[in-house]
């Protein structure tokens, strides 16, 4: 049972109501034996899925349905002078254009609107159109003419802070106030240091490219809106475009049933969202915009660039002293919401270190906005700390996992409090070092141009806790089944599986008695957006709780209905059971029926993380690797990975997405760059013939050790979350293997043919052998 | 610095006559009044309905269009309607026989073989050309098969385990029926 909270606090002279939802259901144990969790099901949605029936976003038809398209900017920084849609207009069967000249000034991206005379990147948005047809839409963008006065533009992110740089934004080229941290004294770190190394590190712009675009089917019926959109929260979206059409929020229904990936970049919605809304209103038909792919990599979010400057100090022994890092952070042109990319993160907290100092500065440049990107900042931040710790490993004479041994924390050090699985990092070195044999299989002879190496990287992130608010209601049914109904969404992580797990466990029914509703605002209680790894752990618990409560009035109804005490009933397997009895005295079905038309329902909810421990997820990863020294190519042959993700709820599943992240990892390691002609401010490679995902020709052996152990003072169910962290450590683990390889650091990603060999030509040929 | 875009207004976007095909799809001749420049993706997606084949990039680079053409795997992204006039066309909603899933379908929901699922019918679809010019394919011909097919999930060691498996099955169901002929 949930009991609602709310207390005043005055915090500062402001007044702040604060609610929580406390369910005191005590956690599975770390020893419970379960009947669905922990097994390896498959998905629930496979059927749909391999017969081409799921129904994506891209997939929604609805009788008079309408297709959009956006012109965009051809310049990097533009004003319009004039735009003149009349021609696009007469065309045979258009039936919308919307531009500045007369859509609603809707503010959009803080300090703009959703058409503005001002464009900031090559993509912008000018204008757009709703057809009969796709291809009369693209043929009426091209007959828009349009008038642009080009603006000076700037693109690359230390050129953007100079005094003579053209401005993005009348206060400068500075997004927002730069992030400052420190602990302890840094300085006096530094001077304390027997050993000191320094290092400056870059990472490139990386695109999601989910292979569903962003886009979304609107359709109006009288004063109310349905927008089909391809989103990783369709409570953000409905909030933000319910704000932006002046629309109340119960008149705004948002649907996502299955999507094509999101990777972070659709946790929030975007300016098409709102156009074609607007388009569906002027057109009186539903109206689908999706982008295509080029708009997808252009003005859809990316990783944001970052240069970063490393100092770490230690004594001989190994013990750090200090970590100071600066760090710069490619904004784009304008500010997105969602979750930060909190580049400093892992530098306060991933080793122990009494004096820490981090200077993160956002710099806005004429490029599509940054949107976070599975484990945003995390992912760049390990790419530099990561190196920085093999190369002190090595100014030390030291192993670099004994290194990281010897700066172990079992606190979070930015607000001091314990992590409620203190042991999670050093049992995920355990396994990998055990695993691949570490401290004996080292080095290797040279084979004519081939020479190996292997790397080690580690990581923590902080999102897999998961978090309150988060709702779900159960029915159970006449017949012993159930119906679960939360607003959350499956982004294709396998989140229907594993709260379909989570229920019935929780009810006592079999897997195929429950169906799972979610990924709608017009039936499912509130739900956060699905990301930071949290949906498991944030809605896991809340289901538990509804279930919790559904099982104990289905026991009371037995109890009646059997005329056996209460206390000695329970419910496994949909069936009622008798204490010890071998058989059971009747089914939930037979329970259910007896009271029929009554159904048995509650709501559930996510209760508070614990306010006196910190809730990380934890992971060590290793990489084995071959580089030709002749041809630059790295070859990936084996990635062995661990991570603390508290109990596994699906191994089967969660293997999946493990092998998936390091995928990820792999391609922001060796192949995936956003090239940027910065005289041009053009993206030279918004596609997927040049920006290069990996393929299944680029995917050596990949080996996932289970840690599995639950995390009980993290939530009732114990387990944390898994999406993000496999990735955070590939890159840096292949560039240390890199570096065991040849001597040689590489100190920007992607590391591919050609930074490969101009590193190596910097090298003299005789150190290399 | 003032700029007018002109340059596309010589591009007048006369609409050419829409032309007839006919075709098989799936086994069922379809007749269609399709605008010469309509790509077979979007003749099936728009004028068919038949959405289970994605559109991705739109340019031939990543796979998720894959149907089978007269036998072949192709990319419907890159091919005209009217160029397919008179084919026959297989696309992921004519594999599965009422409930019973193709092997290959079912080996992918076996083995987890996809996480979003949009690139999964193209996926499918490049596996069953293989499967069905060549049913005893290696290891590396299975690979070879799905390597214009992007994942970006990175479900590729499922998909090929599932392409495997989907070999086991065809091939056991294949010697099972040889018996039977053997012994009638």
């Known amino acids: 049972m949930v009991t609602l909270n709310v207390t005043r606090k005055n915090q500062e002279g402001e007044v702040k109501i604060e609610v929580s939802e406390l369910d005191t259901i005590s956690p599975w144990s770390a020893t419970e034996s379960f009947a669905v969790v922990g097994k390896s099901v498959p998905r629930l949605e496979g059927n749909e899925k391999v017969t081409g029936r799921a129904r994506y976003t891209y997939d929604v038809r609805l009788p008079g349905q309408l297709y959009a398209r956006v012109l965009r900017s051809p310049h990097p920084h533009a004003r319009i002078l004039a735009i003149d849609t009349s021609r696009a207009e007469q065309l045979n069967g258009v039936r919308a254009v919307l531009s500045i000249a007369n859509a609603p000034a809707i503010p959009w991206y803080e300090k703009s609107f959703i058409f503005d005379r001002t464009l900031r990147f090559i993509g912008d948005e000018v204008a757009a159109v709703a057809a009969e047809t796709e291809e009369i839409a693209d043929d009426a963008i091209r007959l828009i003419d349009v008038s642009y006065e080009v603006i000076p533009h700037i693109t690359d992110l230390e050129e953007a802070l100079g005094t003579n740089a053209p401005r993005i934004w009348p206060e400068g080229n500075v997004a927002g106030d730069p992030k400052v941290y420190a602990r302890g004294d840094p300085e006096a770190g530094f001077r304390q240091a027997e050993v000191t190394i320094e290092g400056i590190y870059h990472t490139n712009v990386a695109l999601h490219n989910s292979l569903e675009p962003h886009g979304c089917t609107a359709s109006w019926e009288g004063d109310r809106l349905t927008l089909w959109s391809s989103t990783q929260s369709v409570f953000t979206v409905r909030q933000e475009i319910a704000k932006a059409l002046e629309l109340s929020e119960n008149r705004l229904r948002v649907i996502k049933e299955h999507m094509g990936g999101g990777f972070g970049a659709k946790q929030i919605s975007w300016k098409q969202d709102v156009i074609a809304s607007l388009l569906s209103r002027e057109s009186g038909r539903p109206v689908q915009l999706m982008l295509d792919r080029r708009a997808e990599n252009l003005a859809a979010g990316n990783r944001n660039g970052t240069i970063q400057r490393v100092r770490l100090g230690a004594l001989r022994n190994g013990t750090l002293t200090a970590i100071a890092a600066d760090i710069l952070q490619g904004r784009g042109a304008y500010a997105t919401g969602g979750e930060a990319s909190d580049v400093s993160g892992m530098y306060k907290t991933l080793y122990r270190c009494p004096n820490v100092s981090t200077h993160a500065t956002n710099v806005y440049i004429n490029t599509g906005p940054a949107v976070a990107f599975r ?228 709501k559930g909810a996510r209760s508070p993380n614990p306010p006196e421990q910190a809730i990380r997820t934890f992971g060590a990863q290793f990489a084995d690797i071959e580089v030709d020294i002749e041809t630059g190519e790295i070859t990936v042959l084996r990635i062995v990975t661990a991570h603390d993700v508290g109990r596994i709820i699906n191994p089967h599943i969660i293997d999946s997405q493990v092998v998936g992240g390091v995928i990820q990892g792999i391609g922001f390691g060796l192949t995936e760059e956003r090239i940027l002609d910065h005289r041009l401010g053009r993206v030279m490679n918004p596609n997927l013939e040049e920006y290069n995902v990996p393929t299944v020709a680029d995917i050596p052996r990949i080996e996932h050790l289970h840690v599995d152990v639950a995390d009980t003072l993290a939530n009732s169910t114990g387990a944390k979350g898994v999406g993000e962290p496999p990735l955070i450590p590939t890159a840096p683990a292949i560039a240390n293997a890199f570096f065991n390889a040849t001597g040689v650091r590489l100190r920007s990603n992607p590391l591919n043919r050609a930074r490969v060999l101009d590193e190596l030509a910097g090298m003299k040929s005789g150190s290399l052998t | 610095m003032t700029v007018t875009t002109t340059k596309e207004e010589q591009m007048t976007a006369t609409v050419t006559e829409p032309t007839t095909v006919l075709l098989t799809i799936n086994g069922i001749n379809r007749l269609v009044l399709v605008e010469p420049r309509r790509t077979l993706l979007d003749l099936l997606r728009h004028d068919l309905a038949l959405t289970g084949t994605k559109k991705v990039c739109d340019m031939g680079n990543c796979g998720a269009c894959t149907v089978i053409v007269d036998g072949l795997a192709k990319y419907s992204c890159l091919l005209l309607a009217i160029d397919c006039d008179g084919s026959h066309i297989t696309t992921i909603e004519g594999l599965a026989k009422g409930n019973n899933l193709d092997p290959i379908q079912q080996a992918f929901i076996d083995h987890d073989a996809f996480q979003c699922g949009f690139c999964t019918s193209g996926q499918i679809m490049s596996l069953r050309a293989l499967l069905d010019a060549q049913p005893d394919p290696t290891d590396e011909e299975i690979e070879l098969a799905v390597t214009g097919n992007l994942c970006r999930c990175g479900a590729y060691p499922n998909i090929v385990a599932a392409g495997r498996r989907a070999v086991d099955i065809e091939s056991n169901r294949a010697s099972v029926d040889r018996d039977r002929q053997g012994g009638d």
Request: charged share 20%; with cysteine; aromatic share 6%.
């Open chain 1, 375 to 602: 484990a945003p900042g995390h992912v760049e931040a390990a790419f530099a700390l990561e190196q920085a710790m093999d190369e002190l490993a090595t100014a030390l004479d030291l192993d670099p996992v004994e290194l990281r041994r010897r700066n172990y924390s079992e606190i979070e050090q930015i607000e001091g409090k314990p992590y409620t699985l203190p042991e999670g990092l050093r049992l995920c070195y355990d396994r990998v070092t055990e695993a691949v044999d570490w401290s004996t299989n080292q080095k290797w002879a040279p084979d004519g141009s081939k020479r190996r190496g292997v790397g080690f990287a580690a990581h923590d992130w902080v999102a897999g806790s998961g978090h309150p608010p988060g709702y779900a209601w159960i029915e159970l049914l006449s017949d012993g089944t159930a119906n679960v109904v939360t607003g959350t969404q499956d982004i294709g992580t396998g989140t229907r599986t594993g709260l379909a797990q989570v229920a019935a466990e929780e009810l006592g029914l079999p897997l195929d008695s429950i169906t799972l509703h979610l990924g709608d605002t017009g039936v499912g209680p509130y739900a956060p957006v699905s990301s930071g790894s949290a949906t498991q752990a944030t809605m896991g618990p809340a289901i538990r709780s509804a279930g919790r409560d559904v099982r104990q009035q289905l026991l009371q109804v037995a109890a009646v209905a059997l005329d056996i005490p209460v206390e000695r009933l329970h419910v496994r397997n949909g069936s009622v059971w008798n204490d010890q009895d071998a058989q059971p005295v009747a089914t939930v079905a037979e329970i259910m029926q007896k009271i029929s038309p009554h159904t048995l329902q509650a």
